[in-house]
């Protein structure tokens, strides 16, 4: 059964890119449609996308954030307001040129992300440090125009949150800014079992405007790392250029000091990559729609239909549970659930029955366990913990083993060529150094981790004094 | 105090349209933004968003249907797919010309409404009647470009639910539509306490591509009506145009049934001026992000502080809460709660404390009820549902007292004049009836109500014989 159904989808060190498509589609996550880098979220992408969204949703409201929704389209003179931003987004949006049959006399961009609508509406609502902190949150559909697609990885369109923050001083903004990464890492490490590297992006990798990006990068099956969401230090850069001023404790007029920080679909692109394998998706338990699916094995004798759907009624207290009683036969119900990645498989048939037992199948190992129908929620809830906890261990363990450290330059290409991953390296802070590595390796600096080591004395480049340790990769 | 603060906003019977405008913006729902047409919806107005939208989304799922999420551009050729679908939309869709510096081969609509969409993606998953019924949902943003706008009641950009789903039957979409137009109501009356009627929607009147469309028409404090949901059942001519064929039971090719089913944030524009006075909003308890507000009285006294929060968490177990201990004058906090609609304040000061009492204070009367701490919980809860169920009465009494019966032309003009609101009057089923009725008059046909009465044998306006009731009214 195994065989048959592996030979369905390219194999994942065949072809990586293939295995991708393969998977997104035949787990109907996604599906295509005439619009150009766009994609359709079909049920099981969207309803995990409501699940991370959910756990993400509450952390952001914990923090004390608040919902609010800014305008899908932009002025063109509003994007202008800040230098540096207009500059890094121009190239890369959508123009609404006309409204109706008229030509509008103001082009409209359709957002890429909303700092110049945050930045007039808190112009008009903060005075006073009294109005501060303002800490406010939107989940939103974004564009940019990108000429490679792939569905998750990078689209035209895709959703995320975006937060914007005003603070009285630049270290709330620190503060803020470090503050939110962590829950962005929490969300990936324990819900979706992706373990991250925190860190600081160099000023060549930042985001057009910030005085400082944060960001969070996993590293793909592949080798290849992903940025897996960033957090800004916006200084008071878009405060100056929109006037967002305040009356501070002392009675001066102060800029506010602000913060962006944003999480996309692309996560699941990155779940996808983590935890995949050659049978398909496998989707850690906290955040699988269905973590369990029941399927009644000879489900046309007597009493086997009752019985599964009475245990469904009965686990469906406490996890979510699917149960497949369609005329299928049960090998491709196995072969479905596996590519969709629903953790564990229940099977129960007439002589289980008699036994008072059932058999869970892990979707990550393939372990079959015979286990008691007495007391099967603890059984459940155990294994499925089990398997959230070794999904994250084995793409840490895989992590390991893909991250070297290159003390020369020789070395950081032979590793890079030998073993792809993330290479540790040292780093004089130049951006000229940054760009040859790009330019001889492909590989780009992918961020300046909170945790340091002295690796050695010099720039893995140019061999001028290091000043920081860098994560190297080629990436997503 | 109440009279210092009405001097605040415009009054209702004064001015409406400005007294709309003041309780949007004082009650901080919206503000305006650079961009024409479109709003920013504040942390308040998107809480009551949220909340109507969990709501609406349970029973979504409750009845069977999933989400999933479409691209928002949709190329000019597939919307002209559909006929009378591309005829309705044209003139008010916003045109995306260009992506980057480069001019776009093919123009991109910015979505006004996703059928096609729907229609391109069904056609390439439905192959048999084992796939139906396919039932559909997205909560998405989408664009039409208005001329004259209001916040939420007409906007460029507005949020919704756009259901979209696929049957075998013709009679399986007749009751899918009708279905979830009863779901509509549900959420409009027990929730929203807007009393609606269900009916149909004239040939005139109908969705562009639909064969039939059904809503739900609510009457404001003017006397206007507010179309605040529809349902469409549309047949099969969206199959057609897309080519979306299933193999049915006997094994021939037919095409599928289908149905769409819209609910927006024009709603929180019916809630503000069904049930908002001359003080401000006015929140149905079920829907309120704060359904009670403590205001500390005298809180610089020992005791007071403490008091109110161990109460603030106490009530928060079972209860939406809110608290204000900020240096404010109780009269300021009063008003400003009191603006934003919140259903119940308490005031707890040193000799309620004392006396183991609080007070609350009723928003939609007044009322003030000195009542025991002890068994707070179990008062509060009956108040707020005493409010909930007094502010549908209201409306719907309001409704009674705003709806008259025309039987002649000079009849309907009359009643119209005097008493603004609906008039029930007979119809012929003549478009030229109704136009000229719309001509003369301002009013039209809001629908033909399942609830058909016989009011005359003639129709109101040519004397023919007549065919429907029909409510008429001039509309939002």
Redesign the interface.
Known sequence: MSKKFVERITGMDEDFAQWYTDVVTKAELV?Y???RG??????YG??L??NIRNELDRRIKETGH??????????E??LQKEKDHIEGF????????????EKLAER?V?RPTSEV?FG??YK??IHSYRDLPKL?NQW??V?R?EKTTRPFLRT??F?WQEGHTCHETDELAQEETVKMLEVYAEICEKFLAIPVVKGQKTEKEKFAGAKHTYTIESLMHDGKALQSATSHHLGDGFARAFGIQFLDREGKQQYVQQTSWGFTTRIIGAMIMVHGDDRGLVVPPRIAPTQLMIVPIAQHKEGVLDFAFDLKERLAAQFRVGIDASDKKPGWKFNEYEMKGIPLRLEAGPRDIEQNQVVLVRRDTGEKLTVSVDGLESTIASVLEDIQASLLEKARQHREDKTSVAVTFDEFKTQLEEKAGFIKAMWCGEQSCEEKIKEETSATSRCMPFEQESLADECVCCGAKAKHMVYWAKAY
Chains 1, 2 share one sequence.
């Not at 766009?38 to 049920?43: A, G, L, V």
């Not at 121009?90 to 049959?101: N, S, Y």
Request: glycine share 4%; net charge negative; proline share 8%.
């Open positions: 599906d449609s005439s619009v766009s994609m359709i979220i079909r049920p969207y309803a996308w409501e608040e919902n609010v929704y800014m305008p899908l389209f932009i002025p003179s509003l121009a190239p890369e949006v959508a123009w609404v040129t006309h409204g109706g049959d409209l359709v609508l007039e509406h008009n609502i406010y939103a559909n564009v125009w035209l369109e959703l």
